[in-house]
């Protein structure tokens, strides 16, 4: 590391506080914990989904805990602690009184371990949590973790040993927290597949483009998303939100209404307009909007502040062709025979020598020898796939738009 980087690493401000999830995350994965509370990614999963609904369950209870001296507690939920000393910040899922003291109890979604014990990431989260009671003042034995798959508390005994990986983890996430970049991921490990943030962080893939790694990247199932595309092809109309719900209006009629979190994407064809309230909303979500003309040309796009993880997308993008066409070919043929079956199905006779063209792509694109082939053929079915579905109706969204979003974002996805 030259001077003028060191300089640079001794001015990163960390905050006082680590919070006591995140040295979950830490003792989970370094570079989990430096991506999430460094770089603020996040990324949705069905296991953090389920996770913060179980935790917003718990959360809407919040109240305060009396203070050791102030009478006995009962159950308090929520409850905020924190201490320089060390170094630590936490939110108290519960706290139940017990025999004179309290116990602290998190509730995590999953199952324990094989032999029913904790995991060491959880023991330490809760660790922490046992010590800032500690420090202010309660008496505290043993802490509990709740896993909501078998229904199951599992005490966590708060050894000398788990103290001091616990403490030596505060200290390790700190100095973590200072560095320019992420830790390097892990190397074909097992917690891998689980991690929330393994879209973004593509272990192999980044282990390979570094020489850390000569295998071949194990194959990363994307996560189907429950959001979905909406189509707006209805002249005049208005999107806008109301509370957590976007809502498609022209003159006052409200013609569509959809949870902002089931939406992936808005295509706003021809004369539509979208209110500022309703772009700042989308932009909080990462959520694009997409600009056609009446026929179905791309014109443009409204989009939030970028993603840093650009660069390293184009680089996947190299690694992948240099990897072959095999599996581009077969996604981008796939895709094509989906728009294909659509049409069929909702779009009648008006489409059918339309459909065909599209079945002979879905069959080039299975032969086709060269990338800047196979990106044609799939950007002429795209082209004529948003053509043709708006002929099968003015507002769209669900099954029919998902699969169009595959012609749409194929770009994106072959890229893998
Ligand atoms: S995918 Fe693996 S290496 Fe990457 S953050 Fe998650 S656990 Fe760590």
């Not at 996430?173 to 917690?191: E, F, G, Q, V, Y």
């Not at 209006?249 to 004369?271: F, P, T």
């Not at 690694?319 to 796939?334: C, D, H, K, T, V």
């Not at 002929?391 to 169009?404: K, L, W, Y």
Request: proline residues 6%; charged residues 25%.
């Amino acid at each position: 590391m030259n001077e003028s980087v060191e300089i640079m690493v001794q001015r990163i401000e960390v905050p006082e506080l680590v919070p006591a999830r995140m040295l979950n995350e830490y003792a989970y994965c370094p570079r989990l914990f430096f991506l999430e509370w460094v770089d603020s990614l996040w990324a949705s999963s069905s296991d953090t989904a389920e996770g913060d609904r179980r935790h917003r369950r718990v959360d809407a209870g919040g109240g305060a805990a009396p203070l050791p001296d102030e009478g006995e507690l009962k159950a308090a939920r929520s409850v905020d602690l924190a201490s320089e000393r060390l170094g630590i910040t936490a939110k108290l899922d519960l706290l139940e009184g017990s025999d004179g003291g309290v116990v602290p109890i998190d509730t995590k979604k999953g199952r324990p371990g094989r032999d029913g014990t904790p995991w060491e990431a959880d023991a330490v989260q809760v660790c922490a949590q046992v010590l800032l009671l500690r420090e202010h003042g309660y008496a505290v034995e043993r802490g509990e973790i709740f896993y909501a798959e078998t229904r199951q508390r599992v005490a966590v005994e708060v050894t000398p040993e788990l103290v001091t990986r616990t403490m030596r983890i505060v200290a390790e996430a700190r100095a973590t927290a200072t560095r320019l970049a992420p830790p390097p991921p892990l190397r074909s490990d097992p917690k891998c597949p689980r991690c929330s943030l393994v879209g973004i962080c593509l272990p192999d893939e980044v282990n390979m483009l570094a020489a850390r790694q000569d295998s071949r990247p194990r194959r990363l199932m994307a996560a189907d998303p429950d959001a979905v595309p909406l189509y707006v092809m209805e002249p005049g109309s208005v999107v806008g939100i109301d509370g957590g719900r976007l809502t498609v209006s022209k003159y006052r009629e409200m013609l569509a209404s959809v949870r902002l979190i089931d939406v992936l994407k808005v295509c706003a064809y021809g004369n539509v307009q979208v209110t500022a309230q309703a772009m700042r909303a989308l932009f909080e979500r990462d959520v694009d909007i997409l600009h056609f003309s009446y026929g179905g040309w791309l014109l443009g796009m409204t989009t939030g502040l970028p993603s840093k993880n650009v660069m390293l997308r184009i680089r996947q993008t190299t690694a992948a062709a240099r990897g072959g066409l095999g599996e581009p070919r077969r996604m981008i043929a796939g895709k094509i025979k989906n728009c294909r079956v659509l049409l069929r199905r909702n779009g009648g006779d008006a489409v059918t020598r339309r459909v065909a063209q599209l079945a002979a792509l879905a069959d080039q694109a299975r032969q086709a020898e060269e990338a800047a082939t196979l990106l044609g053929i799939e950007g002429t079915a795209a082209r004529l796939y948003s053509m043709l579905s708006r002929r099968c109706s003015p507002v769209r969204t669900a099954c029919q738009a998902r699969a169009s979003a595959g012609c749409g974002t194929a770009g994106r996805r072959q890229t893998r």
